[in-house]
């Protein structure tokens, strides 16, 4: 009965995922049709008149190709653009019909250079001149899609493996099993507090699914890393994953400060500096056979040029089968160092769609993880979940479900249920039964927690005696609104004054940019807004109401000078861009 459950949901959610990807493709249609490829440019999504500045092989044997602005001066920048790690591209010939010549992903991104990794063309090899003139321009994402939609696939087909049980009890056919016992704990991080430690002993204890419930501020991702090194020290092997990057990096930097054996999966150049050290590109080539793949590496390369001036078509030909030889052995010396460094590692770390079988992991038994880890569970879309909760018999979920869902285009697949979270979805249906919640939080002054507290956390939230009175003279607030909903959530950044807020729930904005203006104990004087993305009269009215209101503040869009230490800036990014 499980597994026909598990089909149908599976079965349901590829439906909702189709319809978002026809609105993202529809989207990006709308774009490219209507707008000149100038406006795109200003845009941020395409970068006209570039040439290759250089190119070589890299990992798993792809071409890597960095362009430059296509100007005589070598300095020369790129224009402002939205251009980052992970993006999907589409490198377009700038002279004649623009043909689509490949699409790659960008690895690295500079404010003078951007580097495009290419797979194999279809004719075998991408050829780019160095004299030619190109245009770069983002495609919808599809490799997202495609991961997602084959974990999916593989949910609805799946009888029987290490996640069996685990999707029993996520589709409710299956009661979550009673919690072992467990002997007290010798914590790594003895500053815990009691609900913190609840949240521990619980999650290791439980058989199939806890979830770890944190409002913003109260040590989720302190509790997380807890759990992370206490399922290490039991001997587990812990895949650990969250929907953002940024969440990821978040983990890793943590747990590395525990000396722990950590593996991030993932496009290095999308890493945090101090991060990077634990990617699995710098591992490898830290490793032994390091000099052996850059020597392959080397060989492609220069066969490449070879092909390139080669006089006739069979010594072109020659030169295309080296490279096929050579590339079999490169990928076959890769797949060993990479299937070494992830089994010395206790905890693989990606994001949920960077855990896909179509990686690294793929090198790895289907059985090997004992745990699966996922934080900012409540902002992912289920169906991205699935990709790493297939690779083991129990799942840990950390996040706070009262905060925004994840982002979704399509707002009748969101209406349909594509916005509810895996993570929502259980605790509707499990409750008590598979929850604990963290309820001391450390960021905030009670003045602020109390409101979120009783509007959405039942009133269980209290603050940490270092934080209850504490005003804010320097730091940066995100006020995300949601329905209705405002949630604050503080970050203590030194030297910057910033607010920033979404502007959809003007009332509610306002009262909460008042009392932050009150908390930060200075007279209100000057407010500075910038918006990042819907200009809309919203914000106008904000000013006009804050300006009505308060005699003594002013209200001003920023200049190049501001902020000024004695003004507030207060910046509205959709969440993305956060
Ligand atoms: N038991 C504790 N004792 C003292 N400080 C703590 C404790 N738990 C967490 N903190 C501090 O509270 C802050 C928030 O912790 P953490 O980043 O783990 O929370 P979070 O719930 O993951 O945050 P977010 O709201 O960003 O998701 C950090 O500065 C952390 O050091």
């Known amino acids: 009965r499980g597994a026909k459950m598990a089909a149908e949901a599976a079965e349901r959610q590829l439906e909702l995922l189709r319809e978002e990807r026809e609105a993202e493709l529809a989207e990006r249609r709308a774009w490219q049709e209507n707008i000149s490829l100038k406006e795109l440019q200003r845009r941020g999504v395409c970068l006209l008149k570039l040439q290759a500045a250089n190119q070589r092989t890299g990992l798993y044997g792809r071409l890597l190709v960095t362009f430059q602005p296509r100007k005589y001066d070598s300095d020369a920048e790129l224009p402002y653009n939205s251009f980052g790690p992970g993006d999907i591209v589409g490198l377009y010939d700038s002279v004649g019909q623009g043909d689509l010549l490949s699409t790659g992903i ?6 003078k250079a951007v580097t495009i990794a290419f797979e194999e063309s279809r004719d075998g090899m991408l050829s780019v001149g160095h004299e030619s003139s190109y245009r770069l321009l983002k495609l919808a994402n599809d490799i997202t899609y495609n991961r997602i939609k084959k974990a999916l696939n593989a949910l609805k087909q799946y009888h029987s493996g290490p996640a069996s049980d685990l999707i029993d009890v996520l589709f409710f056919s299956l009661d979550p099993s009673p919690s072992s016992e467990t002997k007290p704990l010798k914590l790594y991080n003895d500053s815990l507090d009691a609900s913190q430690r609840e949240a521990v002993s619980f999650s290791l204890a439980q058989k199939e699914v806890a979830i770890v419930h944190g409002p913003p501020g109260t040590g989720k991702t302190t509790t997380i890393v807890e759990i992370i090194l206490q399922a290490v020290q039991q001997g587990l092997k812990v895949l650990c994953c969250a929907p953002s990057n940024v969440a990821v990096d978040n983990l890793v930097e943590r747990l590395a400060g525990y000396k722990a054996r950590i593996l991030r999966l993932g496009h290095p150049a999308r890493l945090l500096e101090p991060i990077q050290q634990h990617s699995l590109d710098a591992v490898l080539a830290r490793s032994d056979s390091a ?8 060989d492609i390369d220069q066969a490449f040029a070879k092909s390139k001036k080669a006089q006739d078509k069979g010594e072109r030909g020659h030169f295309l089968s080296e490279i096929k030889a050579l590339r079999k052995e490169l990928k076959e010396r890769e797949e060993t160092a990479m299937t070494a460094a992830l089994t010395h590692a206790s905890i693989v770390l990606a994001t949920n769609t960077g855990a896909s079988s179509d990686g690294p992991l793929k090198l790895l038994p289907e059985n090997y993880f004992d745990l699966v880890v996922i934080d900012e569970c409540a902002q992912a879309l289920e169906a991205s979940c699935w990709i790493p909760l297939l690779k083991a018999p129990k799942c840990i979920l950390a996040g706070d479900h009262k905060q925004l869902p994840p982002t979704i285009i399509s707002h009748k697949a969101a209406a349909k249920g594509l916005s509810l979270s895996l993570m929502e979805r259980v605790i509707e249906r499990y409750g008590e039964k598979v ?9 905030m002054h009670e003045a602020i927690m109390q409101w ?21 003279n320097r730091g940066v607030f995100f006020i995300p609104v949601h329905v209705g909903f405002v949630t604050v959530m503080q970050f203590s950044i030194p030297s910057c004054h910033s607010i920033s807020v979404c502007p959809l729930f003007h009332q509610g904005i306002v009262t909460l ?13 000057s407010v500075i807004f910038r918006l990042l993305l819907w200009c809309d009269t919203s914000i106008n009215e904000i000013l006009l109401h804050l300006v009505r209101t308060y005699k003594n503040l002013t209200c001003s869009v920023p200049t190049p000078s501001s902020p000024s230490p004695s003004q507030v800036f207060i910046e509205s990014r959709a969440r993305h861009q956060i």
Do not use: W
């Open 435 to 443: 929850v604990k919640m963290l309820t001391v939080q450390y960021r």
């Open 106 to 111: 960008v690895t690295r991104v500079t404010s």
């Open 513 to 525: 940019v008042v009392v932050v203006l009150f908390l930060c104990n200075k007279k209100p004087c």
């Open 452 to 472: 979120a507290s009783s509007e959405m956390y039942g009133g269980r939230l209290t603050a940490h005696p270092s934080v209850a009175q504490h005003l804010l």
């Open 291 to 298: 000099q052996i793949v850059a020597d392959v590496r080397k």
